[in-house]
C-alpha cells in the first residue's frame, strides 16, 4: 500500500511545541479504544506502538499467530486484545468486532489497515489473483466498518482506512490493488458524507511507497506471494513515520492524508495532467517493455 520530518528545539524554559502536542495526543487517546486490522507487522504494528504510547486499550487481528504472540510478549502489562483472523473472510471479521465489543465494551477509533497487493499484468494475470486483493483490501475494510459501526457513531468516533496513492492513480502491474484502493477511497467518502451530521469522521490515508512486508507477499500472476521486493526499500518512508503522520491526523479529524512529496506530486499531476501521469508512470514502471517495479 503510496509524513514531513519535525525538528524539535530545546529552548528553556519554553515548552517545546512539539512536547506540547505530544501531551496533548496522550491526553486524547488515553483510555480510547482503538480496533486496527492487519496489526501483526509494518503500519499496522507501527501504529500499535504509536497507540499504546499514548495510552489506547489496542485491539488487532492478523493472519500469523505466531506474530500477534510476539505482540503480546512485547507488551505484557498493556491492554491489547488480538486474535487471529483473516479479513476476506466476513465471519472473521465479525468474530475480531465481536469479541473487541466484548473485551472494551466499544471501539472509538477502527483503522483499516490490512490489505495485501499484486504484481502482474493484465494480461497474464490469473483472475484468482484480483478476487484475492479486492475480498482483503476492499470487503475487510466493509465487513469491519459495517460490524463496528453502531459502536463508532455511539462514541462519535474514528474511522480510517489505509488506503494508497493507488487510489487515486491506477500502477501498472497493480490493476487489482489500484482497484481495491478507489474502491476503499469511494466506499470511505460515500459513508463520510453519509455521517456528516452524526459526529463520526471518516477518513482515508494515502501514504506512498512505505517500509513493509507488503511488497514481499504481493501476489504474483499465480495469486502466489512473489517472495521479494522488486523496489528500494531502503528509499522508502519508514513505517514508523507513517504511523505517526496517521495519529495525528485522526488527531486533527482530518478528511484525507496524502503522504511523501512524491505521493502528494502524483496525485495532484494525475488530477491536472493525466495524459502526462500515463508517460511518467509507464516510464518508472517499465524498462525495455518489461515490468520491472
Not at 48 to 57: L, N, S, T, V, W
Request: aromatic share 8%; with cysteine.
Amino acid at each position: 500500500m503510496l509524513t514531513h520530518s519535525f525538528k524539535v528545539f530545546f529552548l528553556p524554559p519554553i515548552i517545546s511545541p512539539i512536547f506540547a502536542t505530544h501531551v496533548l495526543t496522550n491526553k486524547m487517546f488515553k483510555d480510547k479504544v482503538v480496533a486496527i486490522t492487519g496489526g501483526s507487522d509494518g503500519i499496522g504494528k507501527a501504529l500499535i506502538d504509536e497507540f499504546i504510547k499514548h495510552g489506547a486499550k489496542i485491539a488487532t487481528c492478523g493472519r500469523n499467530h505466531d506474530k500477534l504472540y510476539h505482540l503480546q510478549v512485547q507488551y505484557p502489562k498493556n491492554l491489547l486484545h488480538t486474535i487471529v483472523a483473516d479479513v476476506s473472510n466476513e465471519n472473521d471479521c465479525k468474530r475480531f468486532i465481536d469479541t473487541t465489543l466484548q473485551t472494551f465494551g466499544g471501539i472509538d477509533i477502527l483503522i483499516n489497515n490490512a490489505g495485501i497487493s499484486m504484481r502482474a499484468l493484465v494480461k497474464d494475470v490469473d483472475l484468482n489473483t484480483i478476487k484475492k486483493v479486492m475480498d482483503t483490501n476492499f470487503w475487510g475494510t466493509v465487513y469491519c466498518t459495517k460490524f463496528a459501526l453502531d459502536s463508532v457513531m455511539e462514541r462519535k468516533g474514528t474511522i480510517v482506512g489505509v488506503s494508497s496513492i493507488a487510489g487515486y492513480r491506477g500502477l501498472p502491474g497493480r490493476s487489482g490493488y489500484s482497484a481495491s484502493k478507489h474502491a476503499i477511497n469511494g466506499w470511505l467518502e460515500a459513508l463520510r458524507t453519509e455521517l456528516l451530521d452524526k459526529g463520526v469522521n471518516v477518513m482515508w490515508v494515502c501514504p506512498g511507497f512505505t517500509t513493509s512486508n507488503i511488497r514481499n507477499v504481493a501476489l504474483n500472476n499465480d495469486a502466489k506471494p512473489q517472495g521479494e521486493s522488486p523496489m528500494d526499500e531502503s528509499k522508502m518512508m519508514t513505517a514508523e513515520e507513517c504511523a505517526r503522520h496517521i495519529v495525528k491526523a485522526i488527531e486533527k479529524r482530518k478528511r484525507t492524508l496524502v503522504l511523501t512529496f512524491t505521493g502528494k506530486q502524483t496525485v495532484l499531476m494525475n488530477k491536472f495532467f493525466p495524459a502526462w501521469a500515463d508517460k511518467l508512470v509507464r516510464n518508472y514502471f517499465f524498462k525495455n517493455g518489461e515490468l520491472i517495479k
